[in-house]
């Protein structure tokens, strides 16, 4: 699997965007780009996914680096229901998904 | 459409008493999972079960066994519970084996444990 790097914590003003990071510099080229996210006392819940380019969706985009050893979930307007930890899990294809410890994000109003 | 359901919702335990937690989906998915979640930490893989009638360890089996009962239900036990088990279980399911590709993973509320 490869080995990925996110901030412990982040931090983020409501209604203002916010950049997730995440480091996978051992990332295969079949990998695809996961990210979960657990709201408090609830089980984690899909985000969004992508491979090479960059992807879209109503929850967030996702921003991949040209050599896809790393990339950034975007929030485009952060809200107090954002609060959450959000995990960045590249898959390996052949294997179940791996959680790390994720970066937990506050939003504060 | 309920998704994934998982029962009880809370549990106490003594030490070496034993338990079934139980898991359920209603979306006709072929692979199902056990992960714990420990206080601070990421969730770590249990056992998991690619399709109807395979079950697989994944990263900390040891304590613990599963049944996969039919398409819908996959079942954790604990033979004999010990502190150490203390933690959330989340079960899983996804359309197909691996979850990869647009293959995601949804998950149940999750049961908390607490083995004393």
């Known amino acids: 699997d490869a080995k990925t790097t996110q901030p412990n914590s982040m931090e983020s003003n409501e209604e203002e965007p916010v950049h997730l990071p995440c480091n996978h510099s051992?990332?295969?080229?079949?990998?695809?780009i996961h990210w979960y996210r657990q709201l408090p006392s609830q089980g984690p819940e899909y985000v969004i996914h992508?491979?090479?380019s960059n992807v879209n969706n109503r929850m967030a985009s996702l921003a991949i680096a040209e050599d896809r050893k790393s990339s950034t979930l975007i929030l485009h307007r952060a809200t107090l229901r954002d609060a959450a930890v959000y995990y960045c899990i590249p898959s390996a294809g052949n294997t179940p998904l791996v959680f790390g410890k994720g970066t937990r994000l506050s939003v504060i109003a | 459409n309920a998704g994934v359901t998982q029962t009880p919702k809370f549990q106490v335990l003594k030490t070496g008493q034993s338990m079934t937690l139980q898991c359920a989906q209603d979306?006709?998915?072929?692979?199902m999972y056990w992960y714990r979640q420990d206080p601070g930490m990421g969730l770590r893989l249990i056992y998991y079960?690619?399709?109807?009638?395979?079950?697989d360890k994944g990263e900390v089996p040891n304590g613990y066994n599963v049944s996969r009962l039919n398409k819908r239900e996959f079942s954790l036990r604990l033979e004999s519970a010990a502190p150490s088990q203390t933690s959330v279980y989340f079960c899983?399911?996804?359309?197909?084996?691996?979850?990869?590709?647009?293959?995601?993973?949804?998950f149940g509320p999750g049961t908390r444990l607490t083995v004393l």
């Open positions: 992508g491979l090479t």
């Open positions: 899983a399911s996804s359309e197909a084996f691996p979850a990869f590709s647009y293959n995601e993973q949804f």
């Open positions: 079960s690619a399709s109807e009638g395979t079950t």
């Open positions: 979306m006709n998915h072929n692979s």
């Open positions: 051992t990332i295969s080229g079949t990998d695809y």
